[in-house]
């Protein structure tokens, strides 16, 4: 069972997983980082800051949709929780504006941010313009081809888009040239986007996004009395969504939580994304996790259509969470999830983000009867993805 309350330890551990693997030249900017978190997670006017742009800025709570067709198509209750809907367009803004409120208070002037599908660029471009501070984002050479828009979008908003040349040029390159940064940089404030990290970023970006699970509860106690769903879906690149979908559901043994895994072009062809299934034990960005790696502990290039999900690694909590057999992962294929998102796209008018649409697709694997009632946490709007969508519209 896994007590959220209790996790991570003082080291930053969720079981054997985790801790901040770092060089000592980072350790006083962590260890900084860790004091301020700590006092403003529980001080009311910090808090109070945060919950009032998240309702007036980013338009929380978002709403928990009933989705009739897809209901009737599985025979159950299917909810969408619909972070779609928040300002720039993804869960990742919950997070960037708690981050970039505690780094303010840090007093820091300079962020830096990886990205893969943009969108936590675009998160963190917009909340460094909202609060007047310098912006750099590290992206890979081909998420910058693939994510045209959303570059458009962070140059707009004023932040430096810097290519990431080496390796995959993806998220996983971008993410080490971030660091390569902020090493050189120590007074920048490293903002990052998923639940992935050294200590103690992988609780800082979880505890900023569980607003999404806090919700689900209040929206689905008032639509059926009952605040805890039977599943809850939730696909996982670096884990952030669904590490917020599954918060407060965590504790409660009742609900089953599931991730959603990339496998590209199918587990076994060596083209794939999909961590919990493929990984093994080691240190990726800080932490110590499951990633894809070969016999020589070299990192695998990893594999998604979507560039959200291109990550070879998982955060902490989730290697913790699906290795004690809490938390149960599904692999998802990019033709999968192209005809999920068409199929959601026509029959209810709502275009989800590629990523998203892997969990959606996940619903094909899972036993459902008609007392179950599933929410899946719909990450982000599918604007980004039209071009992916539109080359691959053959695939039925
Ligand atoms: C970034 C992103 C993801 C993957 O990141 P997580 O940290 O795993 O949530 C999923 N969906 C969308 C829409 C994204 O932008």
């Known amino acids: 069972m896994v007590k959220i309350e209790t996790l991570p330890d003082e080291m930053g551990f969720y079981g054997e997983f985790g801790g901040a693997f770092i060089p000592e030249l980072l350790r006083p900017n962590v260890e900084e980082l860790t004091h301020s978190f700590r006092e403003k997670k529980n ?97 890979g050479e081909i998420d910058i081809e693939r994510q045209a828009p959303n570059v458009q979008r962070m140059e707009f908003l004023g932040a430096t888009v810097i290519p990431a040349t080496s390796g995959s040029r993806t998220l996983k390159d971008a993410t080490n040239e971030a660091i390569r940064h902020w090493i050189n940089h120590p007074d920048a404030y490293y903002l990052i986007g998923s639940v992935v990290g050294p200590h103690p970023y992988p609780e800082i970006v979880a505890h900023f996004q569980s607003i999404i699970s806090k919700e689900i509860q209040m929206q689905l106690y008032a639509k059926t009395g009952k605040s805890s769903p039977t599943k809850v ?111 959601l796209t026509k029959t209810e008018g709502i275009i989800p983000a590629l990523e998203s649409a892997h969990a959606l697709a996940a619903l094909n694997s899972l036993e459902l009867d008609k007392n179950d009632v599933v929410v899946v946490n719909l990450s982000g709007r599918g604007d980004k993805d039209m071009s992916t969508y539109l080359q691959h519209s053959h695939i039925k």
């Open 43 to 139: 001080d009311p006017a910090f808090n109070k800051q945060y919950i009032s742009l998240l309702e007036d800025y980013v338009g929380r709570p978002t709403p928990l949709y009933f989705s009739e067709k897809l209901s009737n198509k599985h025979g159950c209750s299917i909810y969408l929780k619909r972070e779609d809907l928040n300002h720039t367009g993804a869960h990742k803004i919950n997070n960037a504006i708690g981050q970039i409120l505690l780094a303010k208070s840090m007093g820091k002037h300079q962020i830096i941010a990886e990205t893969g599908a943009g969108q936590h660029g675009v998160a963190t471009a917009t909340a460094c313009a909202l609060m007047d501070m310098e912006c750099i984002i590290f992206m």
């Open 233 to 343: 879906v939730a696909c996982v690149g670096g884990g952030s969504n669904a590490a917020g979908a599954f918060y407060h559901f965590y504790d409660d043994e009742n609900v089953e939580l599931i991730a959603v895994e990339a496998a590209g072009h199918g587990l076994n062809s060596g083209k794939s994304a999909a961590t919990s299934i493929l990984g093994t034990p080691g240190v990726l960005h800080g932490s110590m996790t499951l990633l894809m790696q070969d016999e020589f502990g070299q990192v695998t290039e990893p594999h998604s259509i979507s560039a959200g999900l291109d990550y070879p690694g998982i955060g902490p909590l989730h290697a913790f969470s699906i290795d004690s057999g809490r938390t149960k992962s599904i692999p998802i294929t990019d033709n999968e999830a192209l005809i999920a998102a068409r199929e």
